[in-house]
């Protein structure tokens, strides 16, 4: 079946460097889309969310940004900090639907001191 | 305002026992949601209730998990028998209903031996 999946397992990054954390979807009925934060033993914690008819959208040095034409979205956090290490997952629906978001696997951040 | 509950936070049990999980939502939250995060994995969607009524379950393992919520509140999740392969992390979340961010409870790790 259609699922959400995320390119690179791991991800390691310098403090204070930005990161990029990308993901493809292959539902095209999907246009709701969110960013999920999961530090060890806790629940999935929301970062950002998007709508498909933006392209971009920004938070507290987070961004959001979707290309519905190649179906990729990606999480871009400015200066990282050792706090931002997690594991992070896109998840997507349908703004209109009562279906329950599906997740892909994660990409797990490392920030290096 | 307080978050998903969830208990216990920890199980360990041998394969062919018995097993539940409770989960109280955020007050006002009319849907509900059971995951089941596999290490190194995205949260898998088990059951989603609207109110008291289930409204998707088709990943639920009908011959040995069950899930209920009576008074449209507190929900059950319970597995039996266990198998190996059901060791996991069951995530509760909670949403006002319709798609949307949803709110996660820490979960209940199980560990089957």
């Known amino acids: 079946g259609e699922s959400v999946g995320l390119h690179l397992p791991t991800l390691s990054v310098q403090e204070g460097d930005n990161s990029i954390i990308n993901c493809a979807y292959s539902?095209?009925?999907?246009?709701?889309f969110i960013w999920y934060k999961q530090e060890s033993g806790k629940g999935p914690q929301f970062i950002i969310d998007?709508?498909?008819?933006?392209d971009k959208r920004q938070g507290q040095r987070v961004t959001v940004l979707l290309n519905k034409t190649v179906k990729h979205l990606s999480l871009q956090i400015a200066a990282t900090q050792p706090g931002d290490s997690a594991v992070y997952f896109c998840a997507e629906n349908m703004a209109t639907g009562r279906r329950a978001l599906t997740f892909g696997s994660g990409t797990r951040l490392q920030v290096q001191p | 305002e307080a978050g998903v509950a969830q208990s216990p936070r920890y199980k360990i049990i041998e394969k062919r026992q018995s097993v539940a999980f409770w989960c109280n939502p955020i007050s006002g939250h009319a849907t509900l949601y059971w995951y089941q995060q596999i290490l190194g994995q995205g949260p898998k969607l088990l059951i989603q209730?609207?109110?008291?009524?289930?409204?998707?379950d088709s990943q639920l393992p009908k011959d040995r998990f069950s899930a209920e919520r009576l008074k449209g509140v507190d929900s059950t999740l319970k597995i039996q028998p266990a198998k190996l392969e059901d060791s996991a992390v069951y995530l509760c979340?909670?949403?006002?209903?319709?798609?949307?961010?949803?709110?996660f409870g820490e979960g209940s790790r199980l560990t089957v031996l």
């Open positions: 209730f609207q109110n008291n009524g289930v409204v998707d």
């Open positions: 539902n095209s009925a999907s246009d709701y």
């Open positions: 998007i709508r498909s008819n933006m």
């Open positions: 979340a909670s949403s006002p209903g319709g798609a949307g961010e949803l709110f």
